[in-house]
């Protein structure tokens, strides 16, 4: 079974910055070949998509929120997707999840990403992002 693991979660502090990244467990999925994303879920809320990039990295799209302070990037040679966050905030903290699929679908416009969960049937486990002083 193919999985998406991610890595990089962690504790930190108001103002500090992390770097997440996601790979395929398995040589099953060639992460490389499709569009990825990243999602996140904080306590008590809904499951929210960030930002998404497509296969080979020349389009990418974030959520406003995202927009000045998270950016995906992929790393193709190495079949992985990170998400660069700075300035991270006590309401940043959340389960950030990586997905894609042979199906993925990246809708963005300009520079804003329009998640929609469906577009992705491959999920990772999810990593823990604290944000806290």
């Known amino acids: 079974q193919v999985e998406l693991v991610e890595s990089g979660g962690g504790l930190v502090q108001p103002g500090e910055s992390l770097t997440l990244s996601c790979r395929a467990s398995?040589?099953?999925?060639?992460?490389?070949?499709?569009?990825a994303a990243w999602f996140r879920q904080a306590p008590g809320k809904e499951r929210e998509g960030i930002s998404c990039?497509?296969?080979?990295?020349?389009?990418?799209f974030s959520v406003e929120f995202a927009q000045d302070r998270f950016t995906i990037s992929r790393d193709n040679s190495k079949n992985t997707v990170s998400l660069q966050m700075n300035n991270l905030q006590p309401n940043d903290t959340a389960v950030y999840f990586c997905?894609?699929?042979?199906?993925?679908?990246?809708?963005?416009?300009?520079?804003?990403?329009?998640?929609?969960?469906?577009?992705?049937?491959?999920w990772g486990q999810g990593t823990q992002v604290t944000v806290s002083s």
């Open positions: 398995h040589s099953g999925l060639t992460l490389a070949y499709y569009s």
């Open positions: 990039i497509d296969h080979n990295g020349d389009k990418s």
């Open positions: 997905v894609s699929g042979t199906g993925a679908k990246c809708r963005g416009y300009g520079p804003l990403y329009y998640p929609r969960q469906f577009d992705f049937d491959i």
